[in-house]
């Protein structure tokens, strides 16, 4: 939480603020396109509008999870969207979370996301390909030179003094240790913004070598972990089909895997998932080596959130005034595997006791972007690159079949990272 209310209003709330008292702006190409659908399709339009109704009106959602007033129609919505697009997340930003996942854009539509007309404008596909394309809009900017401007070494620059203790902490280095995020990561600290040439530069840095050594690289028996990432579930005798939008949310393999010819494969297997922060490395690495299968990306939802996670309770008159959870896409990320833009990485292990396995990086919110850098046929070796995440924080899975005896997973309370290329399982021969 932010140390003061000030602080809370330099966040998003100082966002919307900042939009309110200007003068409106012309609105960004595709936010013109944004609004065109919303105005032109009448399913849009009753969707969009009835979400934003939807949002009580009482006290205690007259501001948004971030403390701003909120936002309550679909016009201020592009408003404010206008505006961030050509903003770069400062460490401000990720640093005064405010019980949210860290992500400026997830903030704006938070409370909606909980509604019963947000449940359904989330997952139509309609608004789901505008998304996209205002995601794509913002991303090209976050890939320029002047996305760079917040890694200074200002207060809420994130590479100002909690910027790289907060990095640190998240690396698992201790402070007052040897290494320094210099040490760490490849860069320049002599240079402008440390060398990085833009903000995405900066969010897919990578180790420098021998900092994040593979576990047992002559060991096939031995499974590494492929993401930076905190341990979040273990289940096993997963089913082929399951009802994944309850609250249980139990994995279902077939929508995983987007009804993949190899998913059944996968049917009463295990599944491992672990989540990684907007602070955490974000690039994937092969828990195996083996052949890559097959790699591709299955496009999905960007902000859909199921409604036991929303404004309803059981009695649908009922509004859950005081449980409401604005980290609602964090604790639904078993849901997140079936319906969210993800990278599907089918791997055929050299150890034949772990034959088929399958990786999945999960993006959630502003994180969409799945970038698989391998390909079909190519020959990877235990902690090669696999693909990396743009943007944010997400999930990812790693997926066994049946019979497959793999065991030693860390355990779901752990409150830290487990380094990428570091051990997460042994398979039993």
């Not at 998913?263 to 690039?283: D, I, K, M, N």
Request: glycine residues 8%.
């Amino acid at each position: 939480m932010p140390p003061t209310y000030d602080a809370h209003q330099e966040w998003l709330g100082g966002v919307i603020a900042h939009v309110d008292s200007k003068t409106e702006q012309e609105l960004h190409p595709v936010l013109k396109e944004f609004q065109h659908l919303i105005e032109t399709n009448t399913r849009v339009y009753m969707l969009v509008s009835a979400m934003f109704a939807e949002i009580p009106k009482s006290q205690h959602f007259q501001t948004d999870p971030t403390g701003s007033s909120e936002i309550r129609d679909y016009h201020h919505m592009l408003r404010v969207l206008n505006y961030m697009l050509t903003t770069a997340p400062s460490w401000n930003d990720f640093s005064l979370r405010v019980g949210l996942v860290g992500l400026p854009i997830n903030a704006v539509f938070d409370w909606s996301m909980g509604t019963p007309s947000g449940y359904a404008a989330y997952l139509d596909p309609d608004i789901n390909a505008m998304l996209k394309k205002v995601l794509n809009a913002w991303g090209e900017f976050l890939t320029s030179p002047e996305s760079a401007k917040v890694l200074d070494d200002s207060k809420y620059g994130w590479f100002g003094e909690t910027g790289k203790n907060n990095l640190m902490h998240v690396a698992n280095i201790p402070h007052g240790t040897s290494h320094s995020f210099d040490e760490l990561f490849v860069c320049d600290p002599s240079a402008k913004y440390h060398g990085y040439k833009s903000w995405d530069d900066f969010f897919t840095r990578v180790f420098r070598p021998g900092i994040r050594p593979v576990a047992s690289p002559n060991d096939d028996n031995v499974i590494t972990n492929a993401c930076e990432s905190q341990p979040y579930k273990v289940a096993r005798g997963v089913k082929a089909k399951d009802k994944f939008w309850v609250k249980s949310q139990p994995y279902s393999v077939y929508d995983m895997l987007s009804h993949d010819e190899l998913a059944e494969r996968f049917v009463g297997g295990t599944v491992y998932q672990a989540f990684l922060s907007a602070l955490s490395y974000h690039r994937w690495h092969a828990p195996v080596s083996g052949k890559i299968v097959k790699a591709y990306v299955v496009d999905g939802t960007y902000y859909s959130e199921p409604l036991f996670e929303g404004l309803w309770g059981s009695d649908k008159d009922a509004i859950k005034e005081n449980s409401i959870d604005p980290d609602g896409e964090v604790m639904t990320q078993e849901y997140l595997t079936c319906v969210a833009t993800r990278a599907v990485i089918f791997i055929e292990s050299d150890n034949p006791a772990i034959g088929l396995m399958a990786f999945l990086g999960v993006g959630m919110c502003e994180v969409s972007t799945c970038d698989i850098t391998v390909q079909e046929g190519q020959r990877v070796s235990k902690g090669d690159q696999l693909g990396m995440f743009h943007f944010g924080g997400s999930t990812h899975c790693l997926l066994f079949r049946k019979g497959v005896q793999v065991d030693g997973f860390p355990s779901p309370d752990l409150q830290h990272n487990v380094a990428v290329n570091s051990q997460i399982a042994v398979v039993k021969v």
